[in-house]
């Protein structure tokens, strides 16, 4: 299709010709100029090379940044009509909440309403941590089966609960997923290959994770736009991390914060932090972490991203208790959780009742750890946080056992590894040796005995002889004591 072009003070020639391929090429090399002379002949496009051209700016999002464009793009929609303008609209929207400007999106739903946006708007709702709200516009969208957008809000809606912590729905909406793959397009498929390899990863799947995070690589290449290359920099980042290769998260997590600051979006910049402060405390480097996810803290409360806020506050309160600054640790349990009841996610709020029983407990306020532990317990059934449950019941046996409740510590206890050996989690080791060494406190030989070679049995399971040999010396030594003294004391 060759498009007419009427003379513009800025070209020599009086007439100028372009191929619909040749306007998108113009685009890419003087960018103020190129979307002037694209608003000039606008009028000229035919719909399909209007629709090309939305596509052309939803994988360009760099383009449509700057306040010149989005006001050139505002003035387009006012003269433009129908599904045309929709089209501009919703991509006004997207760039919106991409770069978070939900000050923007608010004062368009209000003028606009909501109702030829929907998509747009679970999105916004996502955001705001409004998950309820998010996920019955996603059940809406889906049972109403409209197969052109089908995968993408399937896989939307999969990202948004992932966030809201409920890793079960995610894995199984996305392999709802599998069978379509081959039909998917590029950029679907990349999409879902990306949120697949993380939901694998946050199930420590990692093997498998690996395997997609292969076929996620092939699909992303020079010309994808960088939200996909910078989300295959994250998930390659965070695998090589888990398989201990630093060096290789490092160049991962580096790479990413630079494109995120080319890119000028403060989201990327916030998550570029917080991976940084992962990466330092996967390396026990407690300190340095806490000042990549306090920039990263600062920068998402800032912008008013809830859920990230809420997962980033979490982590800085959990660093603080590390690093025995638990005055700091309690404040920022506190405000963690206020995030998540605001959100409503069991998850979260499990978290939370659990970073502010560690921070109480390490501060010697027992009744208030007993409290949040106990609420943790109730909110960990709901959400099916298991570990941190199991967690739950080994400190509170803990504290049972400072104020000399000896049935409540080995019925918490035994709850505590239950639940962590019914997991199959390396941390029923640690639970066995507080139930070994309670029972050589309470010089019950007979139990110390049978449990002694449980704990041989779990360590010769996980592999784990080498990394206990300090606190197996220790339990050995007052097993011993305890063995030459058993004709002292009852069995």
Known sequence: MTI??????????KIV???????????TQNLKESYSLYWHIMSSLSEASFVEFIKFLQTNEKYIKDKFQLKELQDLIKTTKGRLARSLESYLLKSYLQYNNLTKVEHFFKENGFELYETEAAIYHHKKGNFITSFSIYEKLISENRKTDLVDTIIEYAKTVHSFGDLRKTYDLLSSLKNLVNSMSNVEKIKFHSAFVSILISYNEIEKAENVLEQLTKLVDDNSPDLFKLNLLYNTGRIALEKGNYLKAKICFDEYYQMAIKNDNE???????????LYYWSLKKFPKSLDYYILSYK???????????CTVTGNVSLLYHLINRNTESLEFSK?????SLQMKSPTAISSAYNYIGLASMASDLLPQAISAFTKQIKYGKLSGDLRTTAFSYNNLAMINAYYQK?????????????????????????VMINIVEYYINQNNRKKAEENYSLLD???TKHNLHEDFKESLGKIA???????????????
């Open 477 to 491: 030594f007052k097993f011993q004591r305890l063995l030459s003294l058993s004709s002292h004391f009852p069995v």
């Open 457 to 459: 049995k779990l360590l």
């Open 406 to 430: 000896y049935k409540s510590v080995i019925i918490n206890f035994n709850r505590s590894f239950e639940i962590l050996n019914s997991i199959n989690s390396r941390y029923e080791i640690d």
């Open 17 to 27: 010709y372009f191929d619909s391929i040749d306007i998108f090429s113009v685009l």
């Open 267 to 277: 989201i990327l910049l916030a998550e570029s932090y917080s991976q940084m402060g």
């Open 4 to 13: 007419f072009l009427p003379p513009m003070k800025y070209k020599k020639s």
């Open 299 to 309: 920068l998402y409360q800032k912008i008013g991203y809830k859920p990230k806020l």
């Open 335 to 339: 405000k963690f959780l206020n995030l």
